[in-house]
């Protein structure tokens, strides 16, 4: 695996994030949705100089993790599904790269997009400094937490789009697939959680890993759910791609 | 050079080709002929390493397209069919990337694309986008691309379809100008281009190669018929009657083009019937206006490779 070539694809990605409105526009809408989480959160009866009114938000869960299931999607859509509609998938699929190259370039790309987006509301702990007093630690691991479940989606976004040339259909399908991931924790709580299957299904459930981190806490098993769900799922893609070949 | 050892390829139980084996010398330019369907795009695609072969390999440039696929791939210069472009690019930024994916430095990729935005006649759209251009330039986008990093192997898939007849004669040319400095391998079911710009044709039916020759060459072995081509002033239908009664003549066919009366003889290749024609046509009075001998044409050899099974049901 070489650099180079992953990161040729990294910035032609990146360049076309910029060059189509798509970028600016979630960008705003995140930063909007994750801005009123953020405000509603520090201007209630009781604030509290924390993050977490951001992280999960006030009203129901659109807190900033939870835009992640709306954003990924968003942002990997086109991806695959865009060069293969073109064709240029047949021209990346014959230059001297390998599969996973071309995979890890478009991961990273989008990746990093959405860590300049983080990156534009680390206002809201300096205002938190400003004005009052706030513990480090839940605000380095929450940006931890974002960071890793981030990447995660954008893993599932991208082989969604590896499915297919439609980037509708792709973008429902990663958005299903994350929406099941956010929420598959409230079904552990059918049938009193007695349920065979409970405690493995709540295990795969993204809400689950980032909530400790929301307050601070760093579990190892956490990141290795996120790493080791993101690998899987950049596995998939990259095998997906390879079976573009045989079609 | 390029060297196809037995190439198979499978789409569940359909073969899409089998047995496929060829090779191609430094320089040379072989025309890919068929019918559609007939596997000409994906030997190619095998060729150019996007889909792998069932069994059998090829070697391109000295490279094994299995087992040192990235060097072979890093050997060729592919115009697929469908001409892959970034519609929302420049032809120069869409140039850069490319020259970037097959691994060249910067200042190569600089003095490159000027290069062959010039042998590909794109100087006066080299900044627009892509998306506004039309097919043929679209078609030298394609080519400027695929020649970019200099490769000894060029395959290029219907290069000349779906653009206008003007620029489908320029594309020609700068193809024609590739060979000698690359090996060239182009798809075509256009019979005539295949004379005009190919060393060498190659003809691929049903997934399998039935003929492979120089074109002239072609002609000759499959004749045991060579054709005489008259033009003749004079009453048509009693000339045909009179060249028909010559002995060695097996078909008499008549066109009248322009106010001229052609007429294209199949005869036997054991004697030359031009003197025997000449006479008679003197000896009747008529004008005659030309007369010279020609192969068959393409049309003919590919109809009679192609279709052979048919017109033997028919018979």
Redesign the interface.
């Known amino acids: 695996m070489s650099f180079?070539?992953i990161k040729?694809i990294w910035i032609?990605e990146l360049k076309?994030y910029f060059?189509?409105p798509i970028a600016y526009i979630i960008t705003a809408l995140f930063l909007a949705l994750s801005g009123l989480s953020f405000a509603l959160s520090i201007t209630g009866r009781f604030p509290e100089a924390s993050m977490r009114g951001f992280l999960f938000g006030p009203i129901g869960p659109i807190g900033a993790f939870f835009l992640i299931v709306l954003i990924a999607p968003a942002l990997t859509m086109r991806l695959f599904a865009e060069e293969q509609k073109?064709?240029?998938?047949?021209?990346?699929?014959?230059?001297?790269?390998?599969d996973i190259e071309i995979v890890l370039g478009k991961f990273f790309a989008a990746l990093s997009l959405l860590t300049v987006m983080f990156g534009l509301t680390l206002y809201f702990p300096l205002l938190l400094y400003w004005f009052g007093d706030p513990d480090l630690l839940p605000i380095l691991t929450g940006y931890l937490g974002l960071f890793l479940m981030g990447a995660m989606g954008i893993s599932v976004g991208l082989f969604s789009s590896s499915l297919t040339s439609n980037q509708i259909v792709s973008a429902v399908l990663a958005t299903a697939t994350l929406l099941l991931l956010w929420l598959s924790n409230v079904t552990s709580t059918l049938g009193d959680g007695e349920l065979p299957w409970a405690s493995l299904v709540r295990f795969l459930a993204m809400s689950e890993h980032v909530r400790d981190m929301a307050y601070g806490v760093l579990d190892s098993r956490d990141i290795v759910y996120f790493i080791s769900l993101t690998a899987f799922f950049l596995f998939l893609t990259v095998r997906a791609v390879e079976t573009r070949?045989?079609k | 050079m390029i060297e196809a050892k037995n190439l198979t390829k499978f789409y569940g139980d359909y073969p899409a080709i089998e047995n496929v084996s060829f090779t191609a010398q430094d320089g040379e330019v072989i025309g890919f002929l068929g019918p559609n369907g007939a596997g000409k795009t994906t030997t190619m695609?095998i060729l150019?390493?996007?889909?792998?072969a069932t069994s059998g390999t090829a070697i391109i440039a000295g490279y094994d397209i299995q087992s040192e696929s990235?060097?072979a791939?890093?050997s060729?210069g592919?115009l697929?069919e469908?001409?892959?472009?970034?519609?929302?690019m420049t032809v120069r930024e869409y140039l850069k990337?490319?020259g970037?994916?097959?691994?060249m430095d910067r200042a190569k990729i600089r003095t490159r694309i000027n290069d062959v935005v010039d042998l590909c006649r794109l100087e006066e759209y080299a900044d627009s986008m892509i998306g506004k251009l039309s097919k043929g330039y679209r078609q030298r986008v394609g080519i400027a691309?695929a020649i970019l990093h200099e490769p000894p192997v060029l395959v290029l898939d219907e290069p000349t379809i779906g653009i206008d007849p003007r620029q489908v004669v320029e594309t020609r040319q700068i193809i024609k100008s590739l060979g000698g400095e690359h090996t060239v391998i182009l798809s075509t079911h256009i019979l005539p281009e295949v004379s005009m710009i190919c060393d060498r044709v190659l003809i691929i039916d049903e997934g399998q190669i039935v003929a492979m020759d120089k074109t002239e060459n072609l002609s000759s072995k499959l004749g045991d018929i060579t054709q005489i081509i008259m033009n003749v002033q004079g009453p048509a239908e009693e000339i045909t009657r009179v060249i028909e009664q010559v002995s060695g003549v097996k078909r008499v066919s008549h066109t009248d083009a322009g106010g001229h009366n052609q007429f294209i003889i199949e005869c036997d290749p054991a004697e030359d019937l031009r003197t025997e024609l000449t006479r008679l046509t003197v000896e009747h009075g008529w004008g005659l206006q030309e007369i010279r001998t020609g192969g068959l044409s393409l049309e003919d050899i590919f109809l009679r490779l192609t279709t052979s099974e048919e017109t033997d049901e028919l018979n």
Do not use: C, H
Not at chain 2, 48 to 52: I, L, N, S, V
Not at chain 2, 82 to 88: A, C, E, I, N, S
Not at chain 2, 100 to 103: D, F, H, P, V
């Open positions: 180079f070539s040729v032609k076309a060059n189509s073109l064709g240029t998938l047949e021209l990346l699929l014959t230059a001297p790269l390998r070949r045989w | 695609r150019t390493g996007f889909t792998p990235i060097q791939r890093g060729i592919y697929p469908t001409v892959p472009l970034y519609t929302d990337f490319m970037a994916l097959k691994k691309q």
